[in-house]
């Protein structure tokens, strides 16, 4: 069992659709990260909220919008997306982001989206 | 930038001993991490080693590392069915804490 939980498993979108990616966590942590996976490839890093505070963003799309309501909670609102955004969308969170600590990411078990 | 390579395919037989190698980018990483995918799942965290140690064992699990040719290996003894998954090793580049780099991924496939 993963101890971040992301709702829903499965979303089938349009076009036009606004929809939105949730995620949680119970474990203290303070950084929360959205990862975008397509087949057979390894997690792109897409956004890091660090004391629920965006931290980084790699250059993602504007019709990806993340929200951090609190620090147990993270969302991913979708917008206008395009058929190219199809993937597994994956949380993780960790302790923290400093360097001096062992801090790996714990994942949730993905939401995977369609966008039609 | 330079990808973190791994081999795309492996196939072992149960019981056999998998070997997963990793070669990453950057020498002043701290830490070096092995993950699990099983199909339909997020990434679970296996075994991690601090870049001051050339070994760790974590019951069937071993480590090894080679900093000096930046070279990763996971060697999972007595395989079972339930190895089967993609293998991610990932890196924390020096001055990029949150940025975790992740290699292409090795596909185990453990053969009855």
């Known amino acids: 069992d993963t101890e971040v939980t992301q709702t829903p498993k499965h979303l089938v979108m349009g076009m036009t659709n606004k929809k939105s990616l949730k995620c949680e966590q119970h474990m203290g942590h303070r950084a929360m990260y959205w990862y975008k996976q397509k087949a057979k490839k390894p997690p792109e890093l897409m956004f890091v909220?660090?004391?629920?505070?965006?931290?980084i963003n790699e250059s993602v799309p504007s019709r990806f919008s993340p929200e951090c309501p609190n620090s147990s909670l993270l969302n991913l609102h979708l917008h206008a997306l395009q058929p190219e955004d199809s993937a597994l969308y994956l949380c993780?969170?960790?302790?923290?982001?400093?360097?001096?600590?062992?801090?790996?990411?714990?994942f949730g078990n993905g939401t995977r989206l369609t966008v039609t | 930038g330079e990808d973190v390579e791994q081999s795309l395919f492996l196939s072992v037989r149960e019981g056999d001993s998998s070997v997963i190698n990793c070669t990453y980018t950057d020498s002043s990483s701290t830490y070096l991490y092995w993950y699990k995918q099983e199909p339909g799942a997020g990434l679970q965290l296996l075994t991690y080693?601090?870049?001051?140690?050339d070994m760790k064992q974590d019951q069937r699990l071993t480590v090894l590392l080679n900093k000096k040719d930046k070279h990763l290996s996971l060697r999972i003894a007595d395989t079972q069915t339930g190895d089967s998954a993609i293998y991610f090793c990932?890196?924390?580049?020096?001055?990029?804490?949150?940025?975790?780099?992740f290699g292409t991924g090795t596909k185990l496939q453990v053969i009855p």
């Open positions: 990932a890196e924390i580049p020096s001055g990029g804490y949150q940025k975790v780099t």
């Open positions: 909220y660090s004391y629920e505070k965006l931290s």
């Open positions: 993780a969170s960790s302790q923290e982001t400093g360097t001096l600590g062992l801090s790996p990411l714990h």
């Open positions: 080693i601090f870049s001051n140690m």
